[in-house]
């Protein structure tokens, strides 16, 4: 089992900035790729980027590819993202989330482990 906690979220104004954290505890951290999702009210939760246990890669959705940035600290057990040139359309719940697989992508179903979220508010 893994545990994930998100933190880091809350109210800013569009163009600002915030760094989300989401601390693992468990299973070997290094070993999961983790991804980072959200979910805007009424919408389905959708995809944000994701890395490799090593760091080595990230891969972006098109609408935060160039704004946000993935990384992570294997030795803090801690994956970072980086939210900057914030827009109202980012409003959402954010959800880190592990994988057992190398790099499992895009869809939440080849996620196994989740947190909770951490809500996000971008006012215009």
């Known amino acids: 089992q893994v545990q994930l906690v998100e933190s880091g979220g809350g109210l800013v104004q569009a163009g600002g900035s915030l760094r989300l954290s989401c601390v693992a505890s468990?299973?070997?951290?290094?070993?999961?790729?983790m991804g980072w999702f959200r979910q805007a009210p009424g919408k389905e939760r959708e995809f944000v980027g994701v890395?490799?246990?090593?760091?080595?890669?990230?891969y972006y959705a098109d609408s935060v590819k160039g704004r946000f940035t993935i990384s992570r600290d294997n030795a803090k057990n801690t994956v970072y993202l980086q939210m900057n040139s914030l827009k109202p359309e980012d409003t959402a719940v954010y959800y880190c989330?592990?994988?057992?697989?190398?790099?499992?992508?895009?869809?939440?179903?080849?996620?196994?482990?989740w947190g909770e979220g951490t809500q996000v508010t971008v006012s215009s």
């Open positions: 890395i490799t246990w090593s760091g080595g890669t990230t």
């Open positions: 989330a592990a994988s057992t697989s190398i790099f499992p992508g895009l869809t939440s179903a080849a996620y196994d482990y």
């Open positions: 468990g299973r070997t951290f290094s070993r999961f790729a």
